[in-house]
T-cell receptor, first 113, second 115 residues
Framework: AQSVTQLDSQVPVFEEAPVELRCNYS??????LFWYVQYPNQGLQLLLK??????LVKGINGFEAEFNKSQTSFHLRKPSVHISDTAEYFC???????????FGKGTRLSVIA | NAGVMQNPRHLVRRRGQEARLRCSPM?????VYWYRQLPEEGLKFMVY????????ESGMPKERFSAEFPKEGPSILRIQQVVRGDSAAYFC?????????????FGPGTRLTVL
């Protein structure tokens, strides 16, 4: 079975500062990795995904993530955040194939003006 | 090109009543997943369905919960005799379900409140 740990439940950061949201996973099989964003009272929107190939993945809204197999991590980064990035961010993993996603508990990013 | 539709968006029920949540997948998608998000928690998988088939229901509570995805019409998640602990946001996602990777697209969710 897979599991996901998001190490920080809340991350406050000043506008235009860089941010890193941490995610570690465990799995005994090959996995796909994802980051989703959820704005208040809305559904989830896919930010980026790692399926295979290059370990550095670029997504929407200037976010990127790096897959590190040896450390079983998939941390999300943005070099300069905006107020509009304030939201809940979820890391997720799934086995290769059409299988359900396993989510972390989420990290609430608060961008301060 | 409409996305995944869920209705109602908000649902209030009293303890003991039934809740029916509907999910219409994106056009061309034949696979539906239901997830539940409890307050301050991530999403937890409940059930995975194809048209007229339940593929995986390992995340469904054994009692009071059922799901279907008929040949025609939306997928329905049904909760009988609701209790306060059922209060949560319920999300469905759909995918094409063909071989290889298939992205799951999420609906806006139904927020169930049990009084």
């Amino acid at each position: 079975a897979q599991s996901v740990t998001q190490l920080d439940s809340q991350v406050p950061v000043f506008e235009e500062a860089p941010v890193e949201l941490r995610c570690n996973y465990s799995s005994s099989v090959s996995v796909y990795l994802f980051w989703y964003v959820q704005y208040p009272n809305q559904g989830l929107q896919l930010l980026l995904k790692y399926l295979s190939g290059s370990t550095l993945v670029k997504g929407i809204n200037g976010f990127e993530a790096e897959f590190n197999k040896s450390q079983t991590s998939f941390h999300l980064r943005k070099p300069s955040v905006h107020i509009s990035d304030t939201a809940e961010y979820f890391c997720a993993v799934t086995r290769v194939g059409n299988t359900p996603l396993v989510f972390g508990k989420g990290t609430r990013l608060s961008v301060i003006a | 090109n409409a996305g995944v539709m869920q209705n109602p968006r908000h649902l209030v029920r009293r303890r003991g009543q039934e809740a029916r949540l509907r999910c219409s997948p994106m056009k061309g998608h034949s696979h539906v997943y239901w997830y539940r998000q409890l307050p301050e928690e991530g999403l937890k998988f409940m059930v995975y369905l194809q048209k007229e088939n339940i593929i995986d229901e390992s995340g469904m509570p054994k009692e009071r919960f059922s799901a279907e995805f008929p040949k025609e019409g939306p997928s329905i998640l049904r909760i009988q005799q609701v209790v306060r602990g059922d209060s949560a946001a319920y999300f469905c996602a759909s995918s094409r379900g063909t071989s290889g990777y298939n992205e799951q697209f999420f609906g806006p969710g139904t927020r169930l409140t049990v009084l």
